[in-house]
């Protein structure tokens, strides 16, 4: 029988945040409110983050954000994260594969050239006037 001289590191003790979240667990009201505060302050940013895919903003980020504040209370926000993740190291993998970033790059460079030849050719046809070169004033107001 091996004898195991190593110490036994003490439990740690719940810090303020575990403290305070064992009290409100321990009283159903309280836990009902806090849940039903998550769950409004989570689905805020969620939808803020669905709002900005297709708006200007770091959609992802608030998707993520708003799941991760679920997490904490709902087993299903935490399941969805989960995936989340796993798909984003997906797609992270994938636009790592040197093919696919030559591809990606060549597509960039041709759509970047074929905006620029449109724009040109707009400015060519129907020209630019600047707004101090205007000779009638009375068309701003």
Avoid at 13 to 38: I, M
């Amino acid at each position: 029988m091996a004898i195991n001289h190593e110490k036994e590191a003490p439990p740690e003790e719940p810090g303020l945040f575990q403290r305070f979240r064992a009290r409100v667990r321990g009283n159903p009201l309280l836990n009902t409110a806090w849940r039903a505060g998550v769950f409004a302050v989570g689905a805020a940013v969620l939808v803020g983050g669905l709002v900005m895919m297709v708006t200007p903003g770091p959609g992802f980020l608030g998707i993520v954000i708003g799941l991760a504040i679920l997490a904490t209370e709902f087993a299903w926000a935490k399941r969805a994260l989960h995936r989340a993740k796993t798909a984003a190291d997906r797609a992270k993998e994938k636009a790592l594969d040197p093919r696919k970033r030559r591809r990606n790059t060549i597509l960039g460079t041709v759509t970047a050239v074929l905006v620029a030849a449109v724009v040109a050719a707009y400015l060519v046809i129907y020209g630019v006037t600047l707004p101090w070169e205007i000779e009638d004033p009375t068309f701003w107001t």
